[in-house]
């Protein structure tokens, strides 16, 4: 059974700093790519931030370019996301997710969420 859970949310000032995990388990992390979502209230979900399978690359949205990065460490099982320089438009509730595409058959997997607050 997969799951996804993260962790790390809270509240910090603006320009401060924090680091999301998100931990693997039931299926074979090594060998799937990972990707960080936020949803902020009243918004649609939104793609972060996403790393292949070997992290060899990196993806970001425009918004936290140079600001955010996502890494992971396939020993551990775990994805991370630094984010720096925060700002309350930041403010969201962070998902990990994976997808699998197994036989024409798409599954996208999440974790529960973790709450970022950004604010003075």
């Known amino acids: 059974q997969v799951q996804l859970v993260e962790s790390g949310g809270g509240l910090v000032q603006p320009g401060g700093s924090l680091r999301l995990s998100c931990v693997a388990s039931g299926f074979s992390f090594s060998s799937y790519a990972m990707k960080w979502y936020r949803q902020a209230p009243g918004k649609e979900r939104e793609l972060v931030a996403s790393i292949p399978s070997s992290g060899s690359y990196t993806n970001y949205a425009d918004s936290v370019k140079g600001r955010f990065t996502i890494s992971r460490d396939n020993a551990k099982n775990t994805v991370y996301l630094q984010m720096n320089s925060l700002k309350p438009l930041d403010t969201a509730v962070y998902y990990c997710?994976?997808?699998?595409?197994?036989?024409?058959?798409?599954?996208?997997?999440w974790g529960q969420g973790t709450q970022v607050t950004v604010s003075s």
């Open positions: 997710n994976t997808r699998e595409v197994k036989r024409g058959r798409v599954d996208d997997y």
